[in-house]
């Protein structure tokens, strides 16, 4: 269960938030808050690649139909001193892998068809936040919609993001289905003081989820394994 809350976004961001200033009396490298090895001001670039592979079935239709998917996302930007505080600026997004098969019919006969160029998903960084010691980031991977066979029925494929911590009930986040490790993306704000650092998170996520679209009930089983990597460098 995710547990904390979120603070809200100021309303001249738009789509950037603002990142609480470091401790007082923090310093980069040979500099004082907000100054480079050399004294200058400094700001960090900021990567984030988000590496998944998954399948789904969904049962309910006229034959059961089973997906597979491979992604590779990236997304880059800087961080910017702004008074007291930081700016987060999205500089660029690419998919640099996206490969998704669906096939259903009986063994032998499967009819397969595999999702157009054009159909990627989108990844967002939502925010980045500092509380305390910790330097959190917020994504999202979405976009889809399943199954690829025509059908009344259509829901969102599950792509990995991360686990924000607003308070929400039990067992209706993204964060409730990880079994293994933790979707949490968080650094200490120690790396702040690096010249430069990465770390790696990993998890797999499964959920199954059961709907009712005019009559009809459907049953959708998704599961992932995800890898983030975030590199920071100062400049």
Request: charged share 30%; hydrophobic share 40%; aromatic share 8%.
């Amino acid at each position: 269960m995710e547990k904390g809350f979120v603070r809200r976004l100021r309303a001249p961001l738009a789509g950037a938030f603002l990142l609480a200033c470091l401790p007082p009396n923090a310093t980069i490298a040979a500099g004082r808050r907000g100054e480079g090895p050399a004294g200058h001001s400094a700001w960090w670039e900021v990567r984030l690649v988000v590496t998944a592979k998954g399948e789904y079935t969904v049962r309910g239709g006229q034959a059961p139909v089973a997906g597979e998917y491979t992604c590779r996302a990236r997304w880059e930007g800087r961080l910017e001193p702004d008074g007291d505080d930081f700016l987060l600026v999205h500089l660029k997004t690419e998919i640099l892998d996206w490969r998704l098969r669906e096939k259903t019919g009986p063994a032998g006969e499967e009819r397969v068809l595999e999702t157009p160029a054009a159909s990627k998903p989108s990844l967002r960084m939502n925010y980045v936040l500092k509380d305390g010691r910790e330097v959190e980031f917020v994504f999202e991977l979405g976009g889809v919609s399943i199954p690829l066979q025509a059908s009344r029925f259509a829901v969102a494929l599950e792509l990995p993001r991360s686990s924000a911590r607003a308070p929400r009930l039990p067992g209706h986040t993204y964060g409730d289905f990880v079994c293994r490790g933790s979707s949490r993306i968080v650094i200490p704000d120690t790396d702040l003081l690096e010249q430069a650092t990465e770390r790696l998170f990993s998890w797999d996520w499964r959920r199954e989820r059961r709907y009712v679209r005019e009559g009809r009930s459907y049953v959708v089983d998704q599961s992932h394994a995800a890898e983030v990597a975030v590199a920071l460098t100062v400049h």
